[in-house]
């Protein structure tokens, strides 16, 4: 697969992940963690929206490897 070809199929996953995970995000929070005080889910959702750099980077990492 040439890099160009990788860079549209991990731009369109990217994508993908901006949009699914937030949902995702929401629905375990709406179904399990509801009933946390204002302070945890605060806590809850900062670790949230930071561990989606980890799937996104080995994306980039793979979309930028030379051919």
Do not use: H, N
């Amino acid at each position: 697969m040439s890099q160009t070809q990788r860079k549209l199929l991990g731009t369109v996953a990217i994508i993908a992940l901006l949009v699914i995970y937030p949902l995702l995000v929401m629905e375990i929070y709406a179904t399990w963690l509801s009933g946390l005080p204002w302070w945890g889910a605060v806590a809850v959702l900062c670790a949230a929206g930071l561990l989606w750099f980890f799937p996104a980077s080995r994306v980039v990492r793979w979309m930028s490897r030379p051919d």
